[in-house]
T-cell receptor, first 116, second 115 residues
């Protein structure tokens, strides 16, 4: 158990709908990362938040948005859903950067999104 | 453009054998190379990682070999066990500054260790 929690575990919805995925980082971790995992694209970095502020953006569609709240939990909002958005969505968290190098990212169990 | 290429896509190894997974990267700005292990229904978990100024790192049965000039690195699993059956991802990290480290993953290798 990494200490990162994600809800819901599974989500089934229809095309055109909007969903919200929730992530609670490990206690004390300030950074939250969102990833999309699909069979053909693998694990793709979407976006990072650090202490409430957006820090880095990857391959995130304009239909997707995220935020990190004062209690450090994060939400990923997916709108105008398409069949191709069906995937596993992972959240990861990492502690405050020490400046000494890479910060390990601890992954949650993921949310499986199915768009019908 | 895929910045980290991983092979093979799948691998079947007999118990006690050596599993070898290879990765190649393109961007010389990458400065940290972790390997993640993922079991079905779980999130990826860090297995072992290496910096580019080191040519080899060993932790138990797991070894990373790193060739900076060739921009290649590999994971060796010695004495492979059925419990090692999982999907393995190589990754490369880039420091964006101010506490941001973006991970770029390879597409994964599904390892099956048969008794």
């Amino acid at each position: 158990d990494s200490g990162v929690t994600q809800t819901p575990k599974h989500l089934i919805t229809a095309t055109g709908q909007r969903v919200t995925l929730r992530c609670s980082p490990r206690s004390g971790d300030l950074s939250v990362y969102w990833y999309q995992q699909s069979l053909d694209q693998g694990l793709q970095f979407l976006i990072q938040y650090y202490n409430g502020e957006e820090r880095a953006k990857g391959n995130i569609l304009e239909r997707f948005s995220a935020q990190q709240f004062p209690d450090l939990h994060s939400e990923l909002n997916l709108s105008s859903l398409e069949l191709g958005d069906s995937a596993l969505y992972f959240c990861a968290s990492s502690p405050k950067a020490t400046g000494l190098g890479y910060n390990e990212q601890f992954f949650g169990p993921g949310t499986r999104l199915t768009v019908l | 453009q895929q910045q980290v290429k991983q092979s093979p896509q799948s691998l079947i190894v007999q118990k006690g054998g050596i599993s070898i997974i290879n990765c190649a990267y393109e961007n010389t700005a990458f400065d940290y190379f972790p390997w993640y292990q993922q079991f079905p229904g779980k999130g990826p978990a860090l297995l072992i990682a290496i910096r580019p100024d080191v040519s080899e790192k060993k932790e138990g049965r797991f070894t990373i070999s790193f060739n900076k000039s060739a921009k290649q690195f590999s994971l060796h699993i010695m004495d492979s066990q059925p419990g090692d059956s999982a999907t393995y991802f190589c990754a490369a990290s880039m420091n964006w500054g101010a506490g941001s480290y973006q991970l770029t993953f390879g597409k994964g290798t599904k390892l099956s260790v048969i008794p």
